[in-house]
């Protein structure tokens, strides 16, 4: 089996400082994990995956994630936070196989000028 | 490829209604999959298909809703007869099966209305 707990349903950050949107999983497999951006009123955007490489995980508009085995986490982070990046935010677990998708309840970031 | 394609974008419809949501896949995809978004209830996975197959509907909340998938390039979610608690966005997703891209990709969703 496998579930997702994302830590905060809610973060909200000034322009320009740091971003930390928290993941953690449990799984029977070793996973593949993801996270998904969604916009308001748009559908859901692929961020970055890990899939047992690379430990550490770059994606697209500057964020990253790391995954920890020992913490089953995998947190998501951004050096500086931009206003563009508001948003809902997914962490996915899934058996690496193209199925099972499990996402977590969502962490809505607020970005504040 | 222009990616996962949903139609209608946004349906209203009366309660007691057939709906039908479409859904094109992206080519050579192996699994399609159907979520419904709410405020209450986030994201909830329906039904999902792999080569065109039902694997699991057991997230299909009652027989009001019923998912095909004809072949592989298009699958419908029709739910007769609509109530207002359908309101929600429902997304279609697909997927390739096995390798290092395995992730899902997701349309732009059908915002759905009963009133």
């Known amino acids: 089996a496998q579930s997702v707990t994302q830590l905060d349903s809610h973060v909200s950050v000034s322009e320009g400082t740091p971003v930390l949107l928290r993941c953690n999983y449990s799984?029977?497999?070793?996973?593949?994990l993801f996270w998904y951006v969604q916009h308001p009123n748009k559908g859901l955007q692929l961020l970055l995956k890990y899939t047992s490489a690379a430990t550490l995980v770059k994606g697209i508009n500057g964020f990253e994630a790391e995954f920890k085995k020992s913490e089953t986490s995998f947190h998501l982070t951004k050096p500086s936070a931009h206003m563009s990046d508001a948003a809902e935010y997914f962490c996915v677990v899934s058996r690496g196989n193209g199925q099972n998708f499990v996402f977590g309840p969502g962490t809505r970031l607020s970005v504040l000028p | 490829d222009a990616g996962v394609i949903q139609s209608p974008r946004h349906e209203v419809t009366e309660m007691g209604q057939e709906v039908t949501l479409r859904c094109k896949p992206i080519s050579g995809h192996d699994y399609l999959f159907w979520y419904r978004q709410t405020m209450m209830r986030g994201l909830e996975l329906l039904i999902y298909?792999?080569?065109?197959?039902?694997?699991?509907d057991s997230g299909m909340p009652e027989d009001r809703f019923s998912a095909k998938m004809p072949n592989a390039s298009f699958s419908t979610l029709k739910i007769q007869p609509s109530e207002p608690r359908d309101s929600a966005v429902y997304f279609c997703?697909?997927?390739?099966?096995?390798?290092?891209?395995?992730?899902?990709?997701f349309g732009q969703g059908t915002r759905l209305t009963v009133v």
């Open positions: 799984s029977s497999y070793s996973p593949s």
């Open positions: 298909f792999n080569n065109n197959v039902p694997i699991d």
């Open positions: 997703a697909s997927s390739l099966a096995g390798g290092q891209n395995t992730e899902a990709f």
